[in-house]
């Protein structure tokens, strides 16, 4: 006990003096918000490129959520840490800690025996003997005795969850309606609750401290503006707030940042601060430029939930990718309206090329369900894919679903076909057909299995029986496994083997951080003894033997080269109207020069944005503003997946409009999807290229005009970039440029030219002088 004790402070006095002598800008991954004044000791998790020090065969995170609740004493079974796979993971989510009704961070009364977080025991369990050096018992107990034998994997404590954002549970599991992270964030004129957001801050510091967290996950649902999002029992509380909502969730996720920076420089480690996202583009639509991916960590991409029994739309939990048959956007006519240019926005690789626009690929992780969702009574569709299966009295629908002629509840499967069900206020099961991947596991074998009888299924009711056969279909084009019982018309969307392996090469191809699933208890594997399926790691494993091997992750947002140099211009996106009134999307982006010099009239400014977005984005202030590189499929659609991760647009200051030092530009900007904020920005004029300070507090801030010249910066005409075109002495042939046969001077899609110190792209076939009209997109001036 003395050896560790002392083992233990020489490791944090070292971990201390690494922190002093280091300079940690060099581990900071790109595009994260550093606290100004703090020496945040980014190397203490991060390499020099940035990227998450974990352990030699874990180059990609596999997160699992592990919760509270499946702790054994309600009869059911008990999944606890001794139950995890730490070789194989590389971080756990601890769900869930809510907001307590003085905005602090909280899981319940600790000083309680039944407090399955620090109170309870599990005697005579293998492997979950409490450590008794540890002044808390429960799953904390546990969780940090195990990670001192697996030092790689890193704990955080999740807040909120779809049960506890708005509220919490007593001791006796009513829930108490306290405003939770809506009423913590925002007052009900609408404006940041700056008191509440602080002690919540400050109470999650003095938590992870307590409870040897490493970070804290925030899962707030939602912080949108669209009425109706999140649990229904917080509608009439959130839908009264929605005008706040999102500017507070800035604040808050600012705040978290900023403290943990202060509490990690502090400590001698830097802590984690991650969310978990929405992947739904009409909660996206709500949430405006999702100004928060500066103060992330990472983020966590609910990629499941994209089909349920809300509605009567039959079809996959988590698509990979869209199908162009996703029978709920066949019926709001979406893929034959043509401004979304068929953009199917219901799967995985929508949600993630959307935070890929804004973010580094190694600083996003996929969600995976391990679990089921599905409905019963489905007509039609292929054995029930995208068929409808709607409640029969659409006015005993549950709140939040329904509501439209279009948009029916669901009729959702139940019994046997619900095994892992939520219960509604009254205490009745809610229709879902959510289940463990290890009890469809049994169902698809036709197994009536050991544990039946630990699920209150009734023998004499039909619905809770082992009735008719569940096949198991596949569809390839979304990756996207489900059964099918023809007999009862039961269809249940799942993952399997072959699912999982394809979405853990997609990780691996597109460079992606890694994945994190919901939840660890919904894994499975063969319990021979039993002749069935039950609880194990058989998905997990296959992560990490698919993953062990794979290259590192991208840690670059820039997907060209970027200016060596920067000027300090500041950006904003504002002016968001609120929920459904916001389509098209009309932000206001306001660019405000904070360099000492001004920025001349016709200087040129261009960014990515990602290709969940359609192509034609534009504005509406007359600057021209337009995509000069598409990334769009050639298909024009995105079944199967998008090809590419970003759009260039740019636009140029109109002849007659320069900003000098403290003045704002401002863009009325137009386009049809949610996209998170631009990035990549490039400002050139008068022959040189730019970066934002803001996106590349490395670089050296200079003078416009005064810097070394464009491109690499060397001024020596070598290897020199104009707008992110890699350019050789003498790169830009002049207009007029006749072809080969002496025909008069054109270009065709994709030339670049130069006339009159600039250079231009053409957009088409073109005979016209560069810059004269729209068929030329201005690049820089050389």
């Not at 050896?3 to 690494?18: G, M, R």
């Not at 600790?110 to 050096?133: F, Q, R």
């Not at 569940?470 to 969307?493: C, E």
């Not at 070598?718 to 008069?744: F, K, M, R, V």
Request: hydrophobic share 35%; proline share 6%; aromatic share 12%.
């Amino acid at each position: 006990m003395k050896q560790s004790i002392l083992l233990s402070l020489l490791a944090l006095v070292s971990t201390a003096a690494f922190s002093q002598q280091t300079d940690h800008n060099n581990c900071r991954p790109d595009g994260l918000y550093q606290t100004p004044g703090i020496n945040v000791p980014y190397c203490t998790v991060y390499d020099t490129e940035g990227r998450e020090i974990i352990s030699p065969d874990h180059p990609r995170r596999i997160i699992g959520y592990f919760t509270s609740w499946r702790h054994g004493k309600n009869g059911q079974p008990a999944y606890l840490a001794s139950d995890i796979p730490w070789d194989k993971i590389t971080h756990i989510n601890y769900a869930f800690a809510h907001v307590n009704g003085a905005n602090q961070i909280s899981v319940g009364n600790t000083g309680s025996p039944d407090n399955a977080s620090t109170g309870m025991e599990w005697p005579g369990v293998a492997g979950a003997e409490l450590d008794p050096n540890l002044p808390y018992k429960g799953h904390f107990n546990l969780l940090q005795k195990y990670k001192q034998q697996h030092p790689h994997v890193k704990t955080l404590i999740s807040v909120g969850g779809w049960a506890e954002s708005g509220g919490y549970f007593d001791n006796d599991g009513e829930r108490i309606a306290s405003g939770g992270f809506y009423t913590m964030t925002t007052n009900s004129d609408l404006s940041i609750n700056t008191q509440g957001i602080n002690t919540f801050a400050d109470s999650a510091v003095a938590f992870i401290r307590q409870y040897g967290f490493d970070g804290v996950d925030i899962d707030y649902e939602y912080p949108t503006s669209m009425n109706d999002a999140g649990n229904p029992d917080d509608f009439t509380l959130a839908n009264s707030l929605r005008g706040g909502l999102m500017r507070s969730y800035i604040e808050l996720m600012k705040v978290l940042r900023q403290k943990l920076d202060a509490a990690g420089a502090a400590d001698g480690k830097h802590y984690l601060l991650t969310i978990a996202s929405p992947s739904s583009g009409y909660l996206l639509r709500g949430m405006e430029a999702f100004q928060v991916t500066q103060y992330l960590d990472y983020v966590n991409i609910m990629t499941y939930d994209l089909h349920g029994a809300w509605n009567q739309f039959v079809g996959h939990n988590a698509a990979l990718f869209d199908t162009g048959q996703d029978a709920e956007l066949v019926a709001w006519n979406y893929y034959n309206t043509s401004q979304y240019q068929q953009i199917g926005y219901l799967n995985t690789d929508w949600a993630y090329r959307y935070f890929r626009g804004t973010m580094p690929a190694g600083r996003i992780n996929i969600g995976i369900p391990y679990y089921s969702r599905g409905w019963k009574d489905v007509q039609g569709g292929s054995f029930g894919l995208w068929g409808t299966a709607a409640l029969p009295n659409q006015s005993q629908c549950p709140p939040g679903t329904g509501g439209s002629t279009v948009s029916k509840c669901g009729n959702g499967a139940v019994g046997i076909d619900n095994l892992w069900h939520d219960k509604n206020t009254q205490g009745s099961e809610m229709p879902a057909g959510s289940n463990p991947l290890w009890h469809t596991m049994n169902l698809a074998e036709g197994i009536s299995a050991s544990y039946f009888s630990l699920y209150d299924l009734d023998p004499g009711n039909p619905e809770h029986q082992l009735t008719g056969s569940y096949n198991r279909h596949y569809d390839a084009t979304a990756v996207g496994p489900w059964l099918w019982n023809a007999q009862k018309q039961v269809f249940l969307s799942v993952e399997t083997e072959q699912s999982i392996a394809t979405k853990a090469q997609y990780v691996i191809d597109n460079g992606i951080g890694g994945v994190m699933f919901w939840e660890l208890a919904g894994d499975y594997d063969w319990d021979a003894a039993k002749g069935e399926y039950f609880i194990g790691n058989t998905l997990t494993s296959l992560f990490y033997n698919s993953f062990k091997n794979a290259s590192p992750y991208g840690a670059v947002k820039a997907e060209r080269v970027m200016p060596t140099q920067a000027v300090d211009v500041r950006l904003s996106i504002s002016d968001f109207k609120l929920g459904d009134q916001n389509f098209p999307i009309n932000p206001k982006l306001t660019l405000t020069n904070h360099s000492n010099s001004t920025i001349p009239a016709g200087s040129n400014i261009s960014f990515d944005v990602p290709t969940a977005i359609p192509d034609t984005i534009s504005d509406q202030s007359g600057f021209g503003l337009t995509v000069v590189e598409s990334g769009r499929n050639a298909s024009g659609n995105n079944i199967g997946g998008l090809q590419n991760s970003l759009h260039r647009v740019a636009f140029n200051l109109p002849a007659y409009l320069s900003v000098a030092h403290g003045e704002s530009v401002t863009v009325t900007l137009n386009y049809q999807l949610p996209m998170p904020m631009p990035s990549n920005w490039i400002l050139s004029t008068n022959g040189n290229s730019y970066a934002f300070a803001e996106e590349h507090p490395q670089l050296p801030v200079v003078s416009i005009g005064n810097g070394d010249g464009p491109g690499d910066g060397d001024g020596d005409g070598n290897g020199e970039s104009c707008g992110g075109i890699t350019a050789t002495i003498h790169p830009y042939p002049a207009w007029p440029q006749p072809d080969w046969a002496g025909n008069p001077s054109h270009a065709v899609n994709g030339d670049y030219l130069s006339h009159q110190g600039g250079v231009y792209k053409a957009n088409w076939w073109t005979n016209s002088v560069p810059g004269s009209d729209g068929s030329w997109s201005f690049i820089c001036n050389l």
